[in-house]
């Protein structure tokens, strides 16, 4: 389940980054615990939206800036948020508008 958690994360960062842009994982480990982060450079989140970008059927207002208005139905990030919850962790996001998007969980690390 982790595994759909980066592929929804990473796919989801490609699709709001610009051609030239680029997207980051980051992976720091903790003494119990691993923290990830995935960014990006794209459009970013209104701020005013940022409350509603995890919850179930949310669909954003405008289109990403770059022409793209499919908004989608709102269960992709819904999903990897209640799978992350699942393990025991926190989903949250931070955005500006127009430098990118970071999202960003912790997983316990079980010997």
Do not use: C, W
């Amino acid at each position: 389940m982790i595994e759909r958690v980066f592929d929804n994360l990473i796919d989801n960062s490609f699709k709001h980054t610009p051609g030239r842009g680029h997207i980051r994982l980051q992976v720091d480990p903790r003494d119990y615990s691993v923290e990830i982060a995935v960014s990006d450079i794209g459009y970013g989140i209104p701020v005013e939206e940022l409350p509603y970008v995890l919850k179930r059927f949310y669909r954003k207002s405008t289109n990403a800036g770059n022409g793209d208005t499919d908004s989608g139905l709102g269960l992709r990030l819904a999903i990897v948020s209640r799978i992350v919850e699942m393990h025991g962790g926190h989903l949250s996001v931070d955005s500006v508008l127009h430098q990118g998007t970071t999202f960003r969980f912790s997983l316990l690390v079980t010997a």
